[in-house]
């Protein structure tokens, strides 16, 4: 969100932090994701939900290997097209985007949608196939992505500077913090392939989905290298 300027009063601040601090709040347990308008700085909701992060693998080099006008064509490209296919997922309730970092929150109330989530992320590999194909067309680096996602309970919180119109919804719980260090981990090290999912996710799969994918030992997950059917076959017809 753009910043609104209000000039910074110190002693305002620290009265600030003491209200929060000893303010109660009140955190109401749900069987659904409510609309963000329902949030004050009051209050929060716990629900059930699914987290997918996906990350570029060694991004930080990038900048020595392009120039600025490559640089941003691949950001672009890399940011506007994950972003679309998280939100055309119907479940998909947040994206948000931190550098080169794309998560999303999905509001899985049952077994079937934890499978929708799973083919997200099987499209987003295949669009990662895809693009590095045109990258290298257009002599502009290719790139590899590491993709986590888990399922459980998070906290669901409005963050930011009461009265400035500066504010966002915070997700805080493992579920956030375990699809972030699985995504940290795709495509990491040789053993490790492109989508890595938590044991939450995997025993929610059908199981034709399980069959995907395959025990990491080192990880304590499952991951696998999983495409989208309908994007592969495009892929295997016209970016070879």
């Not at 699914?50 to 570029?56: E, L, N, P």
């Not at 795709?186 to 025993?203: A, C, F, P, Q, T």
Request: glycine share 6%; proline share 2%; charged share 25%.
């Amino acid at each position: 969100m753009k910043s609104n300027y209000i000039n910074y009063d110190y002693l305002k601040s620290f009265d600030r932090i003491d209200n929060i601090i000893k303010n109660s709040y009140n955190y109401e347990e749900l069987n659904y994701i409510p609309s963000r308008d329902k949030l004050t700085y009051s209050n929060g909701f716990y629900v059930n939900c699914s987290a997918m992060f996906v990350d570029i693998r060694g991004s930080s080099k990038l900048p020595d290997i392009h120039r600025r006008p490559k640089l941003a064509k691949l950001y672009r490209a890399y940011v506007s097209e994950v972003v679309s296919v998280m939100n055309g997922n119907p479940c998909c309730i947040e994206v948000n985007i931190v550098g080169d970092c794309v998560s999303g929150i999905f509001d899985t109330k049952t077994k079937p949608i934890i499978d929708l989530v799973f083919s997200t992320a099987a499209q987003i590999s295949s669009l990662i196939d895809v693009m590095n194909h045109k990258f290298k067309k257009n002599d502009i680096e290719t790139i590899e992505v590491g993709i986590g996602i888990s399922y459980g309970r998070a906290l669901m919180v409005k963050a930011g500077y009461d009265g400035s119109g500066i504010n966002d919804v915070v997700w805080m719980g493992d579920v956030v913090n375990e699809a972030a260090n699985l995504c940290s981990c795709g495509n990491k090290e040789l053993y490790d392939l492109r989508i890595m999912v938590s044991e939450s996710i995997y025993i929610n799969l059908n199981e034709d989905n399980k069959e995907l994918l395959c025990k990491n030992n080192n990880r304590g997950c499952y991951h696998g290298s999983v495409v989208a059917s309908n994007m592969n076959e495009w892929y295997r017809e016209n970016c070879k």
